[in-house]
């Protein structure tokens, strides 16, 4: 699948304020600095479509883009950025479960996962509470072309091991990387099937 049309459309604080939830949704979370805006540029093959930054905490408000008129792409805060006040961190938590429990539209909530590190037990939990509350999600592991690919292959067995210890089956994998655009066709393709479905 190509995309012919991606646009930002709005920012909002609350679920309530966000579009109209009549089209097919696909959001992007992570912990901050994972690389969520730079995979959703990277898909609408934008670069500066929605904003990106070295430094963590970039994205802190529920960003809808429009893609070919047909459905949404969402980019929304990191989670677990130490830096924040204790106050900060609770709003954006409160920001992200209204968000998730609230969008009926949600088709596929993309967990964003940085190939370079070993599971972190904040991603782990968090994979778990969405799988129990069944909102349909995907594991990406995201900037890969800063691994080698025996390391990347070795990091991917150890996520995976890792979650086969609670899950028996496991949501897809995707490998990407918004430098050489690996995994585009593929997280593109899936999307697709999800919208014919
Ligand atoms: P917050 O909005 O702060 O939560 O961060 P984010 O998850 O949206 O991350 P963002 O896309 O802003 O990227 C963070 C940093 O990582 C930027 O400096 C990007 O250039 C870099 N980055 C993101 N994806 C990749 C990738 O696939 N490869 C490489 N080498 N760098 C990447
Ligand atoms: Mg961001």
Redesign the pocket.
Known sequence: MQIKEASFLTSSVNPKDCPAPNKPEYA?I?????????????LCNKKKL???????????LINHFLIDHAWYMV?L??YG?AKLSKTEREKFKNMIDDYLTERTNLANLFV?IDSRHAPLKSDLDFMQHIGNIEIPFSIVF?????LKPSELEENLKVYQDKLHEEWEDLPPVFL?????KSGREEMLRYIKNINKS
């Open positions: 992007f992570g912990r901050s600095n994972v690389g969520k805006s730079s995979l959703l540029n990277m929605a904003k990106t930054s070295g430094t963590p905490g970039k994205t802190r980019d805060p990191g950025y964003l995201t900037k890969t072309d800063k990407t990387s918004s430098t050489s």
